[in-house]
T-cell receptor, first 117, second 114 residues
Framework: DAEITQSPRHKITETGRQVTLACHQTWNHNNMFWYRQDLGHGLRLIHYSYGVHDTNKGEVSDGYSVSRSNTEDLPLTLESAASSQTSVYFC????????????????FGPGTRLTVL | TQLLEQSPQFLSIQEGENLTVYCNSSSVFSSLQWYRQEPGEGPVLLVTVVTGGEVKKLKRLTFQFGDARKDSSLHITAAQPGDTGLYLCAGVSNYGGATNKLIFGTGTLLAVQP
């Protein structure tokens, strides 16, 4: 069965360290997204990609970067981790949307809980 | 910046009670989705509503999209402990191009006590 996985599931790091969170999907979806989830804020979009070599900034992209070298993976890198980046991170993917009036379901991974000390 | 406010933020009820969750915005959305998230997992899509005034039913869950496409509600009849979870609304905006992004609401955490 197709799926979307994230690793690690839990990570503790120190302020200033570089951290990379992995996201891998076997749906063969063109679209991939990274969100962070914090109490009272719901899910906020960090970065997204519509295909290989395409990346775009979301509403909370400062301090994060992504790269898309293949269809299956969209790793998220925290350049220099800060305590404000302690959060739960979700990766999601969806099919390419062929019609403006049709919005495809996003499939989410299980999340990575990141703690920055 | 488009915002989606959900109310209430927390809700604890007894099994068998009815409840309504609201999702409001000052922005117009082309469609709106509702997701449910259980502890330790990612959100899972429940429904998409597209037309203003549209009502969709999913067993004991009734979803409505406002006439002006700025708000939505989720009504659960005779809630059960299995309904416990975080409910998220998400609005779809047409930014142009063939692929759009979701704007998620602030979430409603529902606990149904047996």
């Amino acid at each position: 069965d197709a799926e979307i996985t994230q690793s690690p599931r839990h990570k503790i790091t120190e302020t200033g360290r570089q951290v990379t969170l992995a996201c891998h999907q076997t749906w063969n979806h063109n679209n991939m997204f990274w969100y962070r989830q914090d109490l009272g804020h719901g899910l906020r979009l960090i970065h997204y990609s519509y295909g290989v070599h395409d990346t775009n900034k979301g509403e909370v992209s400062d301090g994060y970067s992504v790269s898309r070298s293949n269809t299956e993976d969209l790793p998220l890198t925290l350049e220099s981790a800060a305590s404000s980046q302690t959060s739960v991170y979700f990766c999601a993917s969806s099919e390419y949307q062929r019609e403006l009036t049709l919005y495809n379901e996003q499939f989410f991974g299980p999340g990575t809980r990141l703690t920055v000390l | 910046t488009q915002l989606l406010e959900q109310s209430p933020q927390f809700l604890s009820i007894q099994e068998g009670e009815n409840l309504t969750v609201y999702c409001n915005s000052s922005s117009v959305f082309s469609s709106l989705q509702w997701y449910r998230q259980e502890p330790g997992e990612g959100p899972v899509l429940l429904v998409t509503v597209v037309t203003g005034g549209e009502v969709k039913k999913l067993k004991r869950l009734t979803f409505q999209f406002g006439d002006a496409r700025k708000d939505s509600s989720l009504h659960i009849t005779a809630a059960q402990p299995g309904d416990t979870g975080l409910y998220l609304c998400a609005g779809v905006s047409n930014y142009g191009g063939a692929t759009n992004k979701l704007i998620f609401g602030t979430g409603t955490l529902l606990a149904v006590q047996p």
